[in-house]
């Protein structure tokens, strides 16, 4: 892992935290992991990645994500993210420490055949389906919302 993180956070959160990152690895290991979602549960296979590419920054509370790329055009998944959240952190007690809003994110997610009869699910994206290249399917859409209970997902035509 290749990283540089400058940050200016406060422990306590008296202060949101301010700061960028720029972080690159290669050859990465997901294992498999079940996230649960309002529509039922959704289980991912192990998944493996030539590389792995972060450049974002967080600055009054917003988190600025310039480029996210998981996995290269050979693997059999690449995802590719860019886009800005309201972020922050709520001091105190309560359900969930970070609230997330007001966001925007672009995504570009590349699949092979072969991992597209593992992701069960992927059908659900079929209306943002483009051609893609090498026996790919291409997935172009933006996720937009206020909050994460009702995010709108709309089609992309270029990323």
Known sequence: VDARIEALVTFDLSEQPDGD??????????QSI????????????????SKLNLKGRMND???????????????PLQLKVKGDSGFYFKQGRGASPVVVENFKIKI??????????????ISLLDE???????G???YLFRVSGRNLQNPDISDLSSF
Not at 21 to 30: C, F, G
């Open 21 to 30: 990152t720029d972080l690159s690895s290669k050859d990465i290991t997901l």
């Open 34 to 49: 079940t996230i649960p979602t309002a529509i039922g549960a959704v289980t991912l296979p192990t998944l493996k990645f």
């Open 61 to 75: 509370s917003r988190l600025y994500i310039e480029e996210l790329e998981l996995g290269g055009p050979s693997d």
């Open 108 to 121: 570009q997610l590349d699949v092979s055949s072969e991992m597209q009869s593992s992701l069960y699910f």
């Open 128 to 134: 943002f389906k483009k051609n893609g290249t090498q």
């Open 136 to 138: 790919n399917s291409r």
